[in-house]
């Protein structure tokens, strides 16, 4: 995927230009950060630039503002995938003080004191939201004393590790038995099209499916992952957006494949990420009358 360009940098900047100075390059504050500090406090970590979250993570959370959380956005310099920037994620701290973090995550290789804000986050139960890739947040080698993390923070974290992926779009439909859950208000009964190809789940008990996805690949295989064994077909179903009342830490977790950046644009897909944060982070939803915009990235 595109590299953030310096065009992209610059407009991002010029929308969060009431952020406080002070902070390091690779975090951004909301103007309510400071001046509303009653409000729920949502972190938006950025650890990838595969599907350009850095062109869209920024618009997300400036609508989630506007729905009344304060924001604080960590968007590194450069592509923080396996230190490729040399400075991994700056900025981490600011998960210290959230009430709610947002993870769209992938092939991270952070140093000790860089991960330990993200160890002492998750294991602290408080909500978590993850996108697409962060069912495989994290690629230390074989020897490394964080290697379960490979797999774990998926398992563990998010609801599954992740498999594979099929190819082509991924049409959407809700899960029936689902139709009433909160995060589903508003979104209708039409199914719907996902830009992103459609990811193979393990779904850990206790995850709750809110979203089936249908998707084809280049032919059937079996998949295996450690004692995990599954075939694949070429046409496949599976879920694509799911909640965990209570993951390995405690937490309250709203997980999805969707995180492409044509997703946003999908109103059914950006009713459902804002609901979806909302009751992760323990609000009341948007009612389904209310205005949920969709999202046009910033420019790469």
Not at 3 to 27: C, E, G, H, W, Y
């Amino acid at each position: 995927m595109d590299r953030q360009s310096p065009r992209t940098r610059r407009m991002f900047l010029k929308q969060t230009a009431t952020a406080a100075a002070a902070l390091p390059l690779a975090v951004r504050r909301s103007a309510a950060a400071d001046l509303a500090p009653e409000r729920p406090h949502l972190v938006f970590v950025v650890g990838t630039h595969h599907y350009n979250p850095e062109t869209t993570m920024p618009p997300l959370a400036q609508e989630m503002e506007r729905f009344g959380f304060r924001t604080t956005v960590v968007l590194p310099p450069g592509d923080p995938e396996e230190n490729k920037n040399g400075v991994g994620l700056p900025g981490l701290e600011a998960l210290d003080q959230a009430d709610a973090a947002v993870f769209f995550l992938r092939w991270l290789t952070l140093d000790d004191a860089q991960f330990a804000h993200i160890e002492k986050y998750v294991k602290s139960g408080k909500p978590v939201v993850a996108f697409r890739t962060s069912t495989h947040a994290f690629r230390y080698p074989k020897d490394h004393s964080r290697f379960a993390w490979n797999d774990g923070f998926g398992q563990d974290v998010v609801g599954t590790f992740y498999l594979v992926h099929l190819q082509g779009s991924t049409q959407c439909r809700v899960v029936e038995e689902a139709r009433t859950h909160p995060i589903l208000a508003g979104v209708g009964e039409e199914s719907f099209t996902s830009a992103g190809t459609l990811y193979i789940t393990n779904l850990q008990p206790g995850c709750k499916p809110l979203v089936l996805g249908s998707g084809s690949g280049k032919e059937e295989r079996t998949l295996k992952k450690g004692s995990f064994e599954r075939l694949v077909k070429k046409d496949e179903t599976d879920v694509v957006a799911w909640t965990w009342e209570k993951n390995a830490y405690g937490a309250r977790v709203f997980s999805t494949s969707f995180g492409h950046p044509g997703d946003f644009a999908v109103p059914q897909i950006m009713r459902i990420v804002v609901n979806g944060i909302h009751w992760a982070a323990g609000c009341p939803v948007p009612d389904a009358s209310a205005e949920v915009r969709t999202l046009t990235p910033l420019a790469a």
